[in-house]
């Protein structure tokens, strides 16, 4: 059986069950599964580029470079 034909079973399996414990439960390992997906994609940055970047941050506010708090949550809204 394919990958593609296994998900698909899958689907079906999902949409004739009515056990909320079960949908909880898938819900939350493909939740933590993705998360330790994304956490082993991370690379810790070297001291000296987080330097660099606190310095770009601090030119960044110099410059006026910067959105105030309102500003920020007015784009998230859109």
Not at 19 to 43: A, F, V
Not at 51 to 77: M, P, T
Request: hydrophobic share 35%; aromatic share 6%; net charge positive.
């Amino acid at each position: 059986m394919t990958l593609q034909e296994r998900k698909l079973k899958l689907i079906n399996q999902l949409t004739v069950t009515d056990n909320k414990n079960l949908i909880k439960k898938i819900e939350l390992l493909l939740k933590e599964t993705i998360m330790e997906e994304y956490e082993k994609s991370l690379k810790p940055m070297s001291q000296k580029e987080f330097i660099a970047k606190i310095n770009e941050a601090e030119d960044d506010i110099k410059l006026g470079r910067v959105y105030s708090q309102k500003e920020v949550a007015r784009f998230f809204q859109k």
